[in-house]
């Protein structure tokens, strides 16, 4: 399919010229536009440019539905003059694009921590031949420092790869969105109104295809000792959902972050969104020894802004008096090298950087 079909199908595209006012925003991982591309999808749509969106989740096991998705997206990729992305999209890298269309990447995570891609052996295939990010014309990061990753983990010209912000993290600048947030949450769980909010939302280990969980026995112990006064939430990475059902928290990540007091993570992304809020973190890392043996990030885990626990035991302690503990300045010098890009600003310097506008 990737070789031979999808490239025969963008041949028969290519039929037709390329459409200047074309935009496609392409998932395969979602049944409808990504957050990390809602913002974009939303300013187009105010545009007289023609915006089709191709997102379909097939993770499911839909193979028949997958392919379909795919070879429409081949035919309509060959005369696009805009491919907007936010995760891995093969079928994009499975022929050689036409020079009038640009691909954008607009990276579902900030910041750098875990090596990915091709910095690791348990992400790329080895059987995959090529390169997964292929025919990408600009690869968005948060900060500059964090461009070196992308480079290296995308096996990415360095011409391409620009610190114009993620667009996505304009909302955390915004009152109304964390208004929205707060009347979500407490609407779901009225019962949480007057306590402390604590998050746990950990990354999966392992790869996407094969994610793995730690040990989530510790939930309801952790319950109890916190008492009264706090209310935690569980929210899973997608990959782990199916993991912990009744526990996961529904509401999406991004949308809880404005109401958490204190989160609760590891080697998660998320660690970088919540920066902009400069609130405590506590790393719950009781793989931490292992991860670190085995080379698995970009930086000294140590860097971290956030209070390290290694041991259930301490783990509750370490929540309860995040706020008297977490060091603001380390936290701002960390926010300021690796998201300073984003600045609320980061939607209109991407338009304005592909003279969109």
């Known amino acids: 399919m990737q070789n031979i079909v999808f490239p025969f199908f963008y041949r028969i595209g290519k039929i037709a010229p390329v459409d200047d006012r074309l935009v496609i925003f392409a998932d395969s991982h979602h049944d409808d536009i990504p957050y990390s591309m809602e913002d974009l999808y939303q300013w187009f749509e105010t545009t007289d440019y023609k915006v089709l969106k191709l997102t379909k989740d097939c993770d499911g096991g839909n193979y028949a539905g997958g392919l379909k998705f795919m070879l429409r997206f081949m035919l309509c990729y060959a005369k696009a003059r805009y491919v907007f992305l936010c995760d891995n999209f093969l079928p994009a890298a499975s022929c050689n694009k036409r020079e009038e269309t640009t691909v954008v990447q607009m990276w579902h995570a900030g910041g750098m ?38 480079v290296s983990g995308m096996r990415a010209s360095p011409d391409i790869v620009k610190a114009l912000g993620l667009s996505r993290t304009d909302r955390f600048y915004q009152q109304r969105y964390k208004q929205l947030c707060e009347d979500e949450f407490y609407a779901m769980y009225p019962e949480a109104r007057g306590k402390k909010i604590a998050l746990w939302a950990p990354t999966f280990r392992g790869n996407a295809s094969q994610p793995e969980i730690i040990d989530c026995s510790f939930i309801g112990h952790l319950r109890k000792q916190l008492g009264n006064e706090w209310f935690l939430v ?51 890392v009781p793989d931490l020894d292992y991860f670190e043996k085995n080379d698995q990030f970009y930086i000294d885990y140590n860097e971290m802004p956030g209070i390290i626990v290694k041991e259930e035991s301490k783990l509750c302690d370490a929540i309860v008096h995040a706020e008297d503990r977490f060091d603001r300045d380390k936290m701002q010098r960390f926010k300021a090298k690796y998201m300073n890009a984003c600045d609320g600003h980061a939607l209109e310097k991407l338009v304005d950087y592909l003279q969109l506008s």
């Open 113 to 150: 921590l875990k090596k990915y891609a091709y910095d690791t052996p348990r992400d790329i295939p080895a059987y995959y031949k090529g390169n997964v990010f292929k025919n990408y014309s600009l690869i968005l990061t948060s900060a500059e420092a964090c461009n070196r990753a992308y």
């Open 234 to 284: 569980v929210n899973l990475h997608p990959h782990m959902q199916k993991h912990l059902k009744g526990e996961h928290c529904p509401i999406p990540t991004e949308r809880i972050l404005p109401v958490t007091d204190v989160l609760i993570s590891d080697y998660s992304s998320v660690i970088y969104d919540y920066l902009l809020l400069m609130r405590p973190i506590v790393l719950y």
